[in-house]
C-alpha cells in the first residue's frame, strides 16, 4: 500500500521518513517530494509497504503524530490521475484567440 505523508517539516529526509515507518514494516520506497528548480522539500512524500496491515497501523499510529514540530498527515495515497484532477493535455498559459 502507497501512503502520503503531508505537512512534513522541510527539514525532513528519506532516511528519517524511512525510520519513522520502520518499526511498522519494512518500507519498499520512501520518496519525499522536491521542487524541481530548488530542490527543496514540498512538505510531502510518499511510503509503499507492501503489507496492508502494517500500512493500516502506521497511519493509525503516524497520522497527526509531531515529527519535527509539524503534525503530519498520513493516509492511503490516491492514483496519480485521481489526484492530479484534472490536469488534461493540452498545456496552459495565455492563448490568444
Known amino acids: 500500500m502507497r501512503l502520503y505523508v503531508g505537512n512534513l517539516s522541510f527539514d525532513t ?6 525510520e519513522l515507518f520502520t518499526p511498522f514494516g519494512e518500507p519498499e520506497s ?3 517530494i522536491t521542487d524541481r528548480d530548488t530542490g527543496r522539500s514540498k512538505g510531502f512524500g510518499f511510503v509503499e509497504l507492501t503489507n496492508n496491515s502494517q500500512a493500516t497501523a502506521a497511519m493509525g499510529a503516524l497520522n497527526g503524530k509531531e515529527v519535527n514540530g509539524r503534525a ?3 493516509n492511503e495515497a490516491r492514483p496519480r490521475n485521481e489526484a ?3 490536469r488534461g493535455g ?3 498559459g495565455r492563448g490568444r484567440y
Not at 13 to 18: A, D, F, V
Request: charged share 20%.
Open 13 to 18: 529526509n528519506e532516511s528519517e521518513l524511512r
Open 72 to 74: 503530519l498527515t498520513v
Open 30 to 32: 520512501v520518496k519525499i
Open 84 to 86: 492530479s484532477g484534472n
Open 90 to 92: 493540452y498545456g496552459g
